[in-house]
């Protein structure tokens, strides 16, 4: 099992996931720094990720857009802010218009990826701290058409936890 | 915007989200909507829970209620207070979807990885 644990939080909008592999430090590291590798994970199934720049490095900025199976475009935009190979990135991910760039007044969300070595194994956490509601909408709107149905599960098996379904 | 899945009712629109998780940011707010949960109950049965008053919690019952999560209705002299199981659902899509993406992420990694391993 890949993933070991996730917490979603509604009051901090923030969502924070761990995840286990049979990996090095440094293979892990690098599906984030070779835009080749980190194209076939980042988008969902039908929605594949296209990274038309990549600059890897502190202040470094990234392009991308994701084409949908009607071919329509989706485009999206990431800062790094932190880079520490192969433990410790943090980068803001935002949304961009139809040319490609970031939109102004749209806050970016931020992500923080954490990899600690774990006996041949690597632990990743990945921590999403959305900044406005409006901005996670969007991100969902771009990524979410995929395991859905099992979401919807989840949510009835929550609410009957607390009686309300 | 692409939905795929998901019925369109399962979101909110943006302004609809706002008002949910600014209702939510509360912890006299989330106490509120718990205990409603639990079951239908009166404003004024609600607020001997907490050290504010009467008017103080009528506020925070009317915040919840414009994002949706409960409903007023009349018993009497009494205003009852009802949890909204509608609205809950769609504030945790959100999070559920978001969450669900991150998974499929995080598999598609592991393969990457394993295809890698193999070859070596």
Redesign the interface.
Known sequence: MTVISSITDAEQLRLELVAEFDASPEQVWGVWEDPRKLERWWGPPGYPATFTRHEFEVGGESRYYMTGPEGDKHFGWWRIDVIDEPRHLAFANGFAGADGEPVPDLVPAAGIVELESDGGRTRMLVRTQFVDVEQMQRMLAMGMQEGMGMALTQIDALLHGVGVA | ??????PAD???D?GD??R??HA??DATR?DIL?RA??REQSVSALARHYEISLTAVQKHVTVLERAALVSKSRSGREQLVV?N?ET??R????????????????????E???E??EKR
């Open positions: 915007m692409v939905v795929g899945l998901i399962a979101l909110l943006d989200a706002d949910v998780f939510l940011a989330r718990a949960i639990e949890a199981p809950l659902r504030a945790n899509t959100l999070l559920a979807a978001f969450e669900q993406l991150w998974i499929a992420r995080a598999n598609r990694i592991a990457i990885l394993s890698e391993g």
